[in-house]
């Protein structure tokens, strides 16, 4: 079973980055110092941590898609960088892995992976406005980032947001991942279960926009429309679904009538509901199928 976790510790590197001046320099220090530690999640993501043409697609471009913070904005990296430290996110976040850790081993679940590289990134807020700041990915085992521009309404919800991406560690330690063949079903059910184990370990209150900013018949409505969707497959597809309209235009999707983070509050009703039913805990849920959640949780049968 993987006990141990290894820290990146971004703040010093953020310190350092910010200290050189050229911006070439720079580039080449977030690529080569700051994602090295990635490199092998990059490697499965297809994303070179180079391009080989200029401009290209690379590490840069990806982070920034992703809600980097600009490694050009001084000022956003320092402001964010200042909140982080005052409110001792990293402790927060050591204390959260080693919670993780030892609540899925007195489970006997295990994540796939010689150790859990843990690091936390400045966020761009203006492009994770709809997620209130933050965000995370814990798609592959062994890595976990959190990218984060601090603020009142994120900063309690550090613990729960690595929680979430925790337990996609320990999904995908057990269930592979196929990109291209990954369907609506299978997704809801990958984030409600992420968002149920962060519910276990820190309750309700903590979960994330992508599931609470959803409002009682916004959300019958999309059980509805995600219903009729569940074999659809495809990840461009499939995150239309999942993300909702809004994030679907911004990256070039095609929008189906939903609201923010409408597959994830979907997700989440899902997992709760199977559990309600048949009295199964998390731990004990995340070892089925998608299929077998989604039947049981009888979300979809009426």
């Not at 402790?91 to 590289?117: F, H, P, Q, R, S």
């Not at 997704?187 to 149920?196: C, H, K, N, P, R």
């Not at 609201?259 to 004990?284: D, L, P």
Request: hydrophobic share 40%; proline share 3%.
């Amino acid at each position: 079973m993987c006990n141990t976790y290894k820290f990146i510790h971004t703040f010093e590197q953020y310190e350092e980055l910010l200290s050189i001046s050229g911006l070439e320099e720079r580039q080449d220090y977030f690529r080569y110092m700051m994602m090295s530690p990635f490199t092998n999640m990059w490697n499965l993501l297809n994303v070179p941590i180079k391009a080989k043409q200029e401009n290209g697609y690379d590490v840069l471009m990806a982070t920034n898609m992703l809600g980097f913070a600009n490694i050009s904005n001084d000022k956003q990296i320092q402001r964010g960088l200042s909140i982080l430290k005052d409110n001792n996110a990293y402790m927060v976040a050591e204390n959260t892995i080693k919670t993780c850790i030892d609540k899925a081993n007195k489970a006997g679940l295990k994540v796939n992976a010689d150790e859990i590289k843990f690091g936390m990134y400045v966020a761009n807020p203006d492009k994770l406005k709809l997620q209130k700041g933050y965000t995370g990915f814990g798609g592959i085992p062994g890595y976990i980032t959190v990218i984060i521009y601090p603020n009142d309404y994120n900063l309690p919800k550090i613990p729960a947001v690595i929680a979430h991406e925790f337990h996609h560690n320990i999904r995908f330690s057990y269930f592979d991942w196929d990109h291209g063949n990954v369907t609506v079903g299978d997704y809801i059910v990958i984030e409600g279960l992420a968002d149920s184990f962060a519910k276990e370990l820190y309750g309700t209150d903590q979960l994330g926009p992508w599931v609470t900013s959803i409002d009682r018949d916004e959300l019958e409505y999309s059980i509805y429309v995600i219903g009729e969707a569940l074999n659809i497959k495809g990840f461009a597809e499939v995150s239309s679904y999942m993300f909702g309209d809004e994030i679907a235009k911004q990256e070039g999707y095609q929008p189906v009538g939903l609201s923010f983070g409408a597959g994830y509050a979907v997700g989440y009703e899902v997992v709760q509901a199977f559990m309600r039913k048949t009295n199964k805990t998390i731990y004990e849920t995340t070892l089925l199928s998608s299929d077998e959640i989604i039947n049981g949780s009888g979300l979809f049968s009426s």
